[in-house]
């Protein structure tokens, strides 16, 4: 370290890579810190953030509502509009996809739900009848990393995709 005199009289030593890894360790601090900030404004750290929920929609009216990022172990929504029915109103889910998830409440409560092989399906009785049924499903996830569903109207309705992540 040199130590060299000051035209003021202090001495003042310098230690040049000191500074160098101090201000490096300085630069990536805010670097970390500007990184989180936009990760919680995207919504990675609990609810959406800035960016909105997912809306998913399909050809024959289906549209699926639902948070691009989730908390392992926390609640999340679900959210489901089928298009307008008669009397009832048949959607199906993915089953790998809905066994992912602890199942809290759903509003309205199905009439009936019937599991086959690869998909369960609700049946709800229409609210008003010609008008689009809202549907609910309050879920916590089971596990993290990406989840692969699928949902659809019908019984045998074509598949909308839907692709959450869940973080621990």
């Keep these: 370290m040199a130590v060299e005199a000051r035209p003021d009289g202090f001495q003042v030593g310098e ?3 000191l500074e160098r890894r101090v201000w490096v360790f300085e630069r990536t601090g805010w670097a970390v810190m500007a990184l989180l900030l936009v990760a919680t404004a995207a919504g990675l750290f609990g609810s959406s953030g800035l ?4 809306t998913a929609r399909s050809a ?5 509502r639902y948070s691009r990022f ?3 172990a926390a609640k999340t929504e679900l959210q489901v509009t089928i298009p307008a029915q008669v009397e009832s109103v048949q959607f199906w889910l993915s089953r790998p996809f809905i066994e992912s998830y602890e199942i809290l409440l759903i509003s309205p409560e199905p009439e009936t739900a019937q599991t086959s092989l690869d998909r369960v399906v609700y049946t709800f009785r229409a609210q ?5 049924a809202a ?5 916590e996830p089971a596990r993290y990393g990406r989840y692969t569903g699928a949902a659809g109207l019908g019984e045998d309705g074509p598949p909308l995709r839907i692709r959450p992540f869940v973080y621990p």
């Excluded at 960016?51 to 997912?54: A, F, H, M, R, S």
Aim: hydrophobic fraction near 30%; charged fraction near 15%; aromatic fraction near 4%.
């Design 128 to 132: 008003s009848p010609g008008e689009p």
């Design 70 to 72: 989730q908390r392992h």
């Design 60 to 64: 024959d009216g289906l549209e699926v």
């Design 135 to 139: 549907v609910t499903f309050t879920l």
């Design 15 to 17: 230690n040049p890579t």
């Design 51 to 54: 960016l909105p929920p997912v």
